[in-house]
């Protein structure tokens, strides 16, 4: 979706409002739901997604006036900075549209809690992104790889960034393809795996995308994982601790996150597969001594996973309730107890040969 | 310091053991004390520093032979990541090192909290960093500007990396600098800041380098930062938020810390200044309504800064005492309250123009 388009629809929201108006209507801007009773996983995409249950919001209904007009405060800050084609913070947005209505002790937002929703309330009536509506969150996550692309008129390629690495940017629409030379991406959880694989030349000598997230991935980095796959048909392998946490982050990867299924058709890449690590591997690799007994939270979370319908894999299954019965979890660093190349050069080399991946 | 030096006095520490035993003396490692007691601050150099007190540690000593033991193992380590140039993670090098001696039920570590002080019992006692001693810390910070730089064969041009930037790694000694066109640099401690700003081209527009921390600055990014201005004369300018920890984090970027006490020569930068915010600024500006109030942790840390020698600037007892007379504080985003562009266009230009700074 352009620009243009974007501002087109936003501009349509304000004519809608208008027109309610002329005709002598309650003004109202109709918003699909996002509680857990309207969240769904559908089963063809393999997404989590917003059902098609939706409320109205009216400008003449003593509990709703103030969010209707925060909505339309929201609505058109948005039109404006797309227009001029400037970025800025949710949090920004908050304190430039924070002030005390004329005469009244009413502020338009009294905390950031306040705005935050209304955006979700805007991406989902419009159907567009956060990022489309020029609204950024926090950037994390870092790349390389044989890839040069194209991003603010700069041409990036990311095999010749060093040490560093190219910093993955929030909005991570506008950027083109020039040149994508791989044959698989590989996206890794921890700093520590991302920079020694960066180290050995993983990308280069398997001639794949390497993609450090740093925990759960922003939603840059989940998005560009999803436009790399699919603009590119790139199968993407997964590697995170052995434990619920990593495997959640997994899954959010894979199907999206309740707190953002109305933006899974962007964010999640249903075919990515899970290539480590396993609560098998610790026996299989050896790397007994180097597990870390399980905590009551780790259980919990692991039980939750057991129920999700989008991790109901037989191999998930199994792997999962191994971790119950031993209730030991291990991370990625463990494998170096077998050598700090044996990541590199055995365990990752072995497991894409053989396709040992979980679904 | 080459990595032919570093590996040199490794060797060194191994050869003194070995020549304690052919001489029939209690092999023994002296390091010196980190202990607040032996923590100054260095008047001269404007910096945190370990005093000159030092202990000495024993094989032959029921209560030291274990830590040893652990000393040597890392020192080991070390070199030989050093020789074969390799980096890694502190948590990889305490998985690799873990192991049960034979005959017995000891371990040589149970947990990181062992092996992570010997690290630092290594770099005190050699004179080296820890990232010369080939074991990174997280990346975190972010890079833009008219500088090109050489790491790993590449050729980085951070004037071309669109909105991205380049992310800073974790070890910044190999990196050379090639071209550096800058009249300044601009440290800012939240990413939303850095985006703005990088949206804008501020470092086009104003001829410097822009360097965004994510909170406080990683090891990497402050060396990087202390690099800079010293092998190429850069004033330094710190915009944090306007509380007791954004302070903080800037006495850390200009004296170190506590914690990190030995590395201030190559982590601190005394002659960086603070553009910005101060509590005076929200008068000024006009920003009352988007402050928040302070809290009890705030104030607590406010008094703490007040004691601190290396805060003691007329300047400055003055900003904390206005924090802790009006009990507020402010977020750099509060000056979106003005407009998005106030920041890049109105409030930094102005701040460089008249050299408004905090010492």
């Known amino acids: 979706m352009s620009r243009k388009e974007v501002e087109e629809k936003l501009v349509k929201l304000g004519k809608k409002i208008v027109s309610d108006i002329e005709k002598g209507n309650n003004p109202a801007v109709e918003i699909p739901i996002r509680s857990l009773s309207n969240i769904v996983f559908d089963e063809k995409t393999r997404l989590l997604k917003l059902g098609d249950k939706t409320a109205k919001r009216y400008f ?114 506008d950027i083109k393809f020039k040149k994508v030379k791989a044959d698989f991406i590989l996206v890794i959880e921890k700093n520590a795996g991302f920079e020694r694989l960066h180290e050995d030349r993983f990308w280069k000598k398997y001639n794949c995308i390497l993609i450090g997230t740093g925990g759960q991935p922003a939603r840059g980095t989940r998005r560009l994982i999803k436009r790399l796959s699919v603009e590119h048909d790139l199968p993407v392998y997964v590697m995170t601790d052995s434990d619920s946490y990593g495997w959640y982050i997994y899954s959010v990867i894979k199907s999206g996150s309740m707190a953002l299924a109305h933006a899974s058709d962007e964010l999640g890449t249903p075919n990515v597969k899970f290539i480590g690590l396993t609560i098998s591997d610790i026996e299989k690799y050896g790397l007994q001594k180097s597990t870390i007994k399980a905590t009551e939270q780790d259980l919990k979370r692991a039980k939750e996973l057991l129920e999700y319908p989008w991790m109901d894999y037989k191999e998930w299954k199994r792997e999962i309730k191994l971790m119950l019965q031993k209730k030991i979890k291990a991370e990625i660093e463990a494998l170096s107890a077998r050598g700090l190349k044996f990541l590199s050069e055995v365990y990752l080399p072995e497991k894409i040969e053989k396709k040992q991946f979980l679904p």
């Open 60 to 173: 003449f209904n003593v509990a709703q006036a103030k969010s209707f007009m925060q909505t339309l405060l929201v609505a058109s800050f948005c039109r404006d900075i797309v227009k001029e084609n400037i970025h800025t913070s949710i949090r920004d947005m908050y304190y430039n549209l924070k002030r005390t209505l004329e005469d009244s002790d009413e502020n338009t937002f009294d905390e950031q809690a306040e705005s935050d929703p209304i955006i979700v309330d805007l991406e989902t009536s419009l159907g567009v992104l956060r990022e489309q509506l020029h609204l950024i969150a926090d950037r994390k996550g870092v790349v390389a790889g044989n890839v040069v692309v194209e991003d603010r008129g700069d041409e990036i390629d990311w095999s010749k960034l060093g040490s560093g690495g190219w910093s993955i940017p929030s909005a991570v629409e």
